[in-house]
Structures are given as structure tokens and as C-alpha cells.
């Protein structure tokens, strides 16, 4: 007697990757392994206890890898505001709107995926743009390629740096002609001075610096740092990463995993 799928995807664009590889619309699946894959009809491979799943035509692709993540800064980021895909003045205040309503009495608000062109297609954003929006509580936006943030006026007061900073080559807090910071940070060793002030990414730079034997670390900020781990994996799977490599260097991070 033929063996019985456990999980059978139908209806499905099945890429396998394989030099030469037949086209498939379902893929039979027992355990860990597959068993078949092919066109049309797949009765043969469906028993009693077979979970069938329709692919609805959506693309089935192998379990993928990420060579470069960022798993904590990454996790902490779920709960930030994702600002992917708006453009403009008006939508960026009512993300922030949406945002603050959902958690009210946050004390300072940090956003990400945010494009260069989020106000303008001509001009970066910069902290007046953010004062706009955001006037009464510190407020950073991370660009989508994370080298570049900015930042409003009160956030910059917060880091004590509306005056500049003076930082190693590479990094730097952007001053405008009368001596001002216009909001904009340039790669890490600026935009560190801004995130240092928000209590969650403290906990980032602290979770990757922190050695593997660290007894200042109590039970509940280890059983927080794991859950925000937990989070960023799940975030992974959910979009179909079967494997990464965390780049924080951390050993303190690996014991936790």
C-alpha cells in the first residue's frame, strides 16, 4: 500500500530550485521529508489524516536563508512603528496618530522602513518635518537601509546634541549653517547617541555587549530578552526563513537561544 502524505499543498506554484526540474502545482510532504511532487491530480498521496492545503496559486519556494540579521534589534522593532511604504506628511502623521492612540503615554516613539523621500521627493526629512508630527515627545525614524535616522527636536535635546556632536570619522550629527542639528544621523556611531535614550534600545545595545556569565542580569530582564528573541524568530519563520545567522556577536544571545 502506498504511504499517505502527511501535509499536501495543491494548487500551488512550486519552485524546487533543481537545475531541470519539472513544474509542479503540489508537493506531498511525510515528517521532514518530501515525498513527491507533480501536476494535477494528487489523490494517489491524500489519506484520512492528510492535511490538505489549498495554495490558492501562491508561489511555494524552498525554506530560505538569511546570511545577515540582527535577531534582538530586529525583535525589539516588531513593536516599533513601521513606516514601509508611506509617503507624505499627511500619512506619516496619521501612522504616528494610529500609533500613539494604541499605547498611550509612550515617552519616546521610534519608527522604522521609513524612505528617503517619506516627505518629499526632492529633501530628506528633517527635524522640523518630525516637529510637525511630532512635537511634544522624542521621536526617531530609522531610514530602510538603517545607516541614516532622524530625529526631532526634542529628541535631540534629550541626546544633548542639537548642537552636533563630535564623533569618529564616518558618523556624524548633521548641522545645518547656523551651527543646528537638522535631525539627520549618519551611520551608528550618531544614531547610537539618539537610541541610547530609548529605554528599548538600551536594552539592545546592553543584551549585545552583556558576557556570557553576566550576573547583573536579573531573571526577569533574562526572561524578557528571550521573549524578544522568541519574536524575531517567529518573525523569520512567519516570512518563510528557515535558517539565519545573527551578526551581533553576542554570547550572551546564543545562551539565551
Not at 509617503?87 to 509612550?106: E, N
Not at 522604522?112 to 522640523?128: E, K, M, N, Q, V
Request: net charge negative.
Amino acid at each position: 500500500m502506498m504511504a499517505k502524505a502527511d501535509i499536501l499543498i495543491r494548487n500551488a506554484k512550486v519552485t524546487t530550485g533543481a537545475l531541470g526540474a519539472p513544474a509542479a502545482d503540489w508537493i506531498a510532504v511525510a515528517g521532514s521529508r518530501i515525498m513527491a511532487l507533480g501536476y494535477g491530480d494528487a489523490c494517489a498521496w491524500i489519506g484520512a489524516r492528510t492535511r490538505v492545503i489549498d495554495g490558492q496559486g501562491a508561489s511555494l519556494l524552498p525554506g530560505l536563508n538569511d546570511a545577515h540579521v540582527h535577531l534582538f534589534s530586529g525583535g525589539l522593532a516588531l513593536t516599533d512603528l513601521n513606516l514601509t511604504g508611506i509617503r507624505g506628511a499627511a500619512y506619516l502623521r496619521d501612522a504616528v496618530a494610529r500609533y500613539r492612540a494604541a499605547r498611550p503615554g509612550l515617552g519616546f516613539i521610534s519608527a522604522f522602513g521609513a524612505d528617503y523621500s517619506l516627505i518629499s521627493d526632492t529633501t530628506a526629512p528633517d527635524r522640523h518635518d518630525l516637529d510637525g508630527v511630532c512635537p511634544d515627545v522624542p521621536f526617531m525614524i530609522m531610514a530602510v537601509d538603517f545607516h541614516t535616522a532622524w530625529a526631532n527636536s526634542a529628541a535631540l535635546a534629550l541626546a544633548g546634541i542639537t548642537r552636533g556632536a563630535d564623533l569618529p570619522p564616518g558618523s556624524k550629527v548633521v548641522i545645518d549653517d547656523a551651527g543646528e542639528a537638522t535631525g539627520a544621523l549618519v551611520e551608528f556611531g550618531a544614531i547610537d547617541l539618539m537610541r541610547r535614550c530609548n529605554p528599548a534600545s538600551a536594552r539592545h545595545s546592553a543584551a549585545a555587549q552583556r558576557p556570557l556569565e553576566s550576573p547583573a542580569v536579573s531573571v526577569e530582564d533574562r526572561a524578557a530578552d528571550k521573549a524578544v528573541l522568541r519574536a524575531a524568530i517567529q518573525h523569520c519563520a512567519e516570512l518563510g526563513l528557515t535558517a539565519v545567522q545573527n551578526m551581533d556577536g553576542s554570547l550572551y544571545q546564543l545562551e539565551l537561544l
